[in-house]
């Protein structure tokens, strides 16, 4: 058998055949060969992929290894789910599909939350796991970390494969890129038996079989007809809106969306990810004036937006109708790049079907260049709403009541980030969150980074490391104390990687609320508290990182100052008023609550 090597430096061009001793003869004839290993790291770099977010162990402790020594960045976690939250927010900042590595059965188990949150929110991401014995598994016989990961990950991804045979790795890693990355983006799993890694093929015939993708995610461009309908629609409005949401972040058309919108003159609400695309101060954003704008449109264009709960599913009373169930009167354009999207909740009057894009630049091109502003009416009755609004949320920032609140905190977060808008917002929570949400202003695209369409707490730590080793730029990760504790261990990894990541604990002692009391008056406290004043800076400090305890605004400024200018990792505990936030933060009418007291 030949020596195994890196099919890529292997190439024997342009070197000078010297004589041959009669040991060399016979091994120049022994093909070099490849294996498992070196073609699944090989697929991964054709393809531009550079980065690996995952957690070692068998089989794939050397694929690790072995990825580290081609070049390939490898950030060990501590814990799955947070190498696959890293993989799949790597996967919406990139539009490459973030990669992340996991060992069987209970490791992929731990993966596949991130995977099924990349899917629901339409983020590329490979989920790679090392699986045991097929014919074990399939026969049920007890095998090391049995599972028939295949059909447990099925349901919960875009797409699903296993490769058996080296010479299909190339295949196997080409379709996942695909599957993650064109149409709605989502998240694929890939399946890799540990027999797979160690099979050996020449190394020829290995680097044959390996496929770079061309235009992994084609663009669709939408019919012209459907351009037209939309246009025209948007030109009978009295009350336009615009809503951005993450997909329009995600689809990198920035110049062209801030276009379309300064061009039509048309107010537009940013979801929360898609806070940023145009700076939150831009004048046209009607964040300010959410609850009006909402139920008084008349004609509303979504951009990469869904109308699920988000949006109040585009009924009920958020739309201006009588009860939760009736359609507000609002018609609506809708684009997306799913043709199956339209009409989910609501009737979509004028669906434009393709990539956001390309959907964009020639809804641009249709309004040519003398295009009415919307009616003075409109846009002064939102101006009003907005000053309004802002003049009160404005009084109650600059209040400092003693202990802080979340809006004197965030009122320091706020400044922070206008300070430094090129830095990474990472942001879950309840009240933290929500808070957060409407205090601190974006100013660049994909900028904010939150818990999405699950509202899923855990993402925190996962997308910091990952931000941070992406874009390079610093991290803020506004926290509540319950949202932190998902991810907290990954405080190390940060460390390690010496991350410019600045972690801010809004720490109110619990879930919503420090305050609540056992019901029964028992020595166990509240479901929904912890240990009071618990000292999470510490936990930083533990792994070589800086720790920080602020009770003030000031303090609190004064930390994330020197956070952002050090670039060390660091971890700020804000002391937050117990009673300062509410059940469920903004959506307390989802909550069912018990009638009978
Ligand atoms: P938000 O939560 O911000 O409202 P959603 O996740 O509900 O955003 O919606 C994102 C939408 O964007 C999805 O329906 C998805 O199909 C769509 N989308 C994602 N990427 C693109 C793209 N490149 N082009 C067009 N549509 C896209
Ligand atoms: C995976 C339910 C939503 S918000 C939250 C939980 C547990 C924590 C709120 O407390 P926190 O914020 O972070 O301290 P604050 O400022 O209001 O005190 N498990 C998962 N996801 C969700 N969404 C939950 C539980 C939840
Ligand atoms: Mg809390």
């Known amino acids: 058998m030949g020596t195994v090597t890196d099919p890529g430096v292997t190439s024997q061009a342009g070197a000078q055949p010297a004589p041959l001793t009669g040991g060399q003869v016979a091994e120049a004839r ?26 070692p162990g068998i089989p794939i402790t050397d694929l690790t290894r072995k990825a580290q020594a081609a070049g390939v960045r490898v950030i060990s976690f501590r814990h799955e789910q947070n190498a696959g939250y890293a993989a799949s927010i790597a996967g919406f900042m990139t539009q490459k599909p973030g990669i992340c590595l996991t060992v069987s059965a209970p490791g992929f188990l731990n993966g596949l939350t991130a995977l099924a949150n990349a899917t629901t929110n339409c983020f590329p991401m490979i989920l790679i796991s090392g699986s045991s014995e097929r014919e074990v598994v399939d026969l049920q016989q007890g095998d090391y970390e049995e599972m028939d990961q295949l059909a447990i990950a099925r349901p919960l991804a875009k797409a699903a494969f296993r490769v058996l045979n080296a010479e299909d790795i190339g295949v196997g890693v080409a379709r996942a890129i695909r599957a993650a990355v064109s149409g709605r983006p989502g998240g694929v799993y890939l399946d890799l038996p540990a ?4 099979q050996t093929i020449e190394a020829e015939a290995g680097k044959k079989s390996l496929i770079k993708v061309v235009d992994p995610a084609p663009r669709q461009i939408p019919a012209g007809d459907a351009v037209q309908r939309a246009l025209e629609l948007l030109k009978s409005s009295k009350r336009p809106l615009i809503v951005l949401g993450k997909g329009a972040a995600y689809a990198q058309a920035d110049a062209d969306i801030r276009a379309f919108i300064e061009k039509t003159g048309i107010p537009y609400l940013p979801m929360s990810m898609a806070k940023g695309l145009l700076p939150d101060t831009h004048p046209q954003c009607a964040s300010a004036a959410r609850s009006f704008v909402l139920p008084e449109a008349d004609v509303v264009l979504l951009i990469g937006a869904r109308l699920n709960w988000l949006l ?16 507000g009167g609002q018609k609506f354009i809708q684009v997306d790049i799913s043709p199956t999207e339209a009409d989910s909740n609501v009737r979509i009057d004028a669906p434009v079907v393709g990539d956001i894009g390309s959907c964009v630049s020639a809804l641009l091109a249709g309004i040519g260049s003398h295009r009415a502003k919307p009616p003075a009416e409109w846009l002064n009755a939102i101006a009003e ?20 609140t979340f809006h004197s905190a965030l009122n320091v977060v706020r400044d922070i980030v206008k ?10 929570g309840a009240n ?21 369409t699950w509202g899923v707490m855990g993402v925190g730590m996962g997308y910091s490391v990952a931000a941070a080793v992406v874009s390079g730029e610093p ?69 070589g990182g800086v720790g920080a305890h602020v009770a003030t605004p000031v303090e609190l400024r004064k930390a994330m100052e020197e956070a952002i200018r050090s670039r060390r990792p660091t971890l700020i505990n804000a002391l937050i008023d117990e009673d300062a936030g509410t059940e469920s933060g903004r959506i307390t009418n989802l909550n069912p609550t018990a009638k009978k007291k």
């Open 30 to 55: 022994a093909p070099e060969m490849t294996d498992g290993f070196h073609l699944v790291i090989d697929a991964l770099k054709l393809n531009g992929i550079d980065t690996i977010f995952g957690l």
């Open 195 to 198: 027999k797979l890694f160690p």
């Open 312 to 327: 109040s599913h585009g009924k009920g009373k958020t739309w201006g109708a009588k009860s939760s169930k009736d359609w």
């Open 385 to 404: 709403r907005k000053a309004k609004n802002v003049a009160k949320m404005a009084e109650t920032l600059a209040k400092n009541p003693s202990p802080m």
């Open 419 to 428: 300070a430094n808008p090129d830095a990474i917002l990472v942001n879950e």
């Open 432 to 452: 933290a969150l929500d808070f957060t949400r409407s205090i601190v202003d974006m100013y660049k695209p994909r900028k904010r980074l939150d818990v999405g």
């Open 475 to 543: 991290v803020i990760a506004v926290e509540g104390d319950s949202a932190f504790g998902f991810s907290g261990m990954e405080v190390e990894t940060i460390c390690r990687y010496n991350l410019p990541v600045c972690v801010v604990i809004m720490n109110n002692n619990g879930v919503y609320r420090g305050s609540e009391v056992n019901p029964a008056g028992g020595p166990d406290p509240s479901p929904l508290v912890f240990v009071k004043d618990a000292r999470y800076e510490k936990m930083m400090e533990a792994f």
